[in-house]
Each structure stands twice: as structure tokens, then as C-alpha cells.
């Protein structure tokens, strides 16, 4: 009954029975894999050996984004939605841990094999405008170092926030 349903209203009854094929337009959209190599089961440490915290950076969307789980070694947690605006022709991330206060870094670069983020944070209070830079090395195949870092004199000088090695869990 439902196949003669729809061959009465012009549908044919191959089209009705196949599932809707989904639109991928990351899949094959070099400058989306770019980031690929944080992609994975992390133990991360400072560059000291000592623990840092886990991470897990996994494709989401369909291709289109890196969606990492971080976990740090004091029980804090946090996201970070990470992706290519084709519009910009940038990579972007999203940060928002625990405390609340996200971060949007909203512009990026590639300087050689490294990603590096910027954000920039308004003046609040008494605390200056400030601007943020997160910057991925891949080291080799399974380690990748994130460098945070900070400015309050519109990126004459950099403060080191946080220096991390992710190590590729085996």
C-alpha cells in the first residue's frame, strides 16, 4: 500500500526505499585534515616528565572538526570544539573548561608544520585587554606540544602560560 501510496504522488519506489545519502563536505577537504595529527588517545606531561592530565581529540561531524576531552591531573575538565571556517580560510577553537569562562580563538595561522591560534580577551575590571596564543607542533608521530602563552602590550611580549607534550597512548 505504501509503495503504490508513492508511485500515485510521483515518487519512484527505488528512491523511496534507499536511505538519503548525507552530504560530506569535509571528508575530502585537505585544509579540514591539516590538524589531523592531534587526533587521539593523549598522556599528556610538561616537558619536565611530570603528569599533566589525559586528553582524548576525536573527528566529529562528519570530518568537519576536532572535538578534544581534556582531563588535567588535578580532576579539572574541559572541551575544545576545534574547525576550518572555509569563509575565513582559518582554523578556529572553542575552549570552555569548568570555571565557566570560554575562550574563542577566533583567528589562526600555519607557521611551517605548527598551528597557531589567537585570541583576544577585552579589558575587565582590573584586568588588562589580553591576548592569547595556542600554538600545536607536531614532534614527531606520537607527540605534539602545545605552547600557550600571553600578552597584555598587544603582542610585544609573550608570557608562557602552560607548556604540555601529548604522548600518543599505545
Given at each position: 500500500v505504501a509503495?503504490?501510496?508513492?508511485?500515485?504522488?510521483?515518487?519512484?519506489?527505488?528512491?523511496?526505499?534507499?536511505?538519503?545519502?548525507?552530504?560530506?563536505?569535509?571528508?575530502?577537504?585537505?585544509?579540514?585534515?591539516?590538524?589531523?595529527?592531534?587526533?587521539?588517545?593523549?598522556?599528556?606531561?610538561?616537558?619536565?616528565?611530570?603528569?599533566?592530565?589525559?586528553?582524548?581529540?576525536?573527528?566529529?561531524?562528519?570530518?568537519?572538526?576536532?572535538?578534544?576531552?581534556?582531563?588535567?591531573?588535578?580532576?579539572?575538565?574541559?572541551?575544545?570544539?576545534?574547525?576550518?571556517?572555509?569563509?575565513?580560510?582559518?582554523?578556529?577553537?572553542?575552549?570552555?573548561?569548568?570555571?565557566?569562562?570560554?575562550?574563542?580563538?577566533?583567528?589562526?595561522?600555519?607557521?611551517?608544520?605548527?598551528?597557531?591560534?589567537?585570541?583576544?580577551?577585552?579589558?575587565?575590571?582590573?584586568?588588562?585587554?589580553?591576548?592569547?596564543?595556542?600554538t600545536f607542533?607536531?614532534?614527531?608521530?606520537?607527540?605534539?606540544?602545545?605552547?600557550?602563552?600571553?600578552?597584555?602590550?598587544?603582542?610585544?611580549?609573550?608570557?608562557?602560560?602552560?607548556?604540555?607534550?601529548?604522548?600518543?597512548?599505545?
Amino acid at each position: 500500500v505504501a509503495t503504490l501510496a508513492l508511485l500515485l504522488i510521483g515518487v519512484p519506489a527505488a528512491q523511496a526505499s534507499a536511505p538519503a545519502k548525507m552530504a560530506t563536505p569535509c571528508a575530502d577537504a585537505a585544509e579540514r585534515h591539516r590538524f589531523d595529527f592531534w587526533i587521539g588517545e593523549w598522556e599528556v606531561t610538561t616537558p619536565a616528565g611530570g603528569h599533566a592530565g589525559t586528553s582524548s581529540v576525536q573527528s566529529v561531524s562528519g570530518g568537519c572538526a576536532l572535538l578534544e576531552n581534556w582531563t588535567s591531573v588535578n580532576g579539572g575538565h574541559g572541551k575544545s570544539l576545534n574547525a576550518f571556517n572555509p569563509v575565513l580560510g582559518q582554523w578556529q577553537q572553542y575552549w570552555i573548561g569548568q570555571d565557566g569562562n570560554p575562550t574563542e580563538f577566533r583567528e589562526s595561522s600555519w607557521v611551517g608544520s605548527s598551528i597557531v591560534f589567537r585570541a583576544h580577551v577585552p579589558a575587565t575590571g582590573k584586568s588588562p585587554a589580553t591576548e592569547m596564543r595556542l600554538t600545536f607542533t607536531p614532534v614527531d608521530s606520537n607527540t605534539v606540544r602545545q605552547l600557550g602563552e600571553s600578552s597584555t602590550d598587544a603582542g610585544a611580549t609573550w608570557k608562557t602560560t602552560y607548556d604540555l607534550l601529548y604522548h600518543r597512548k599505545r
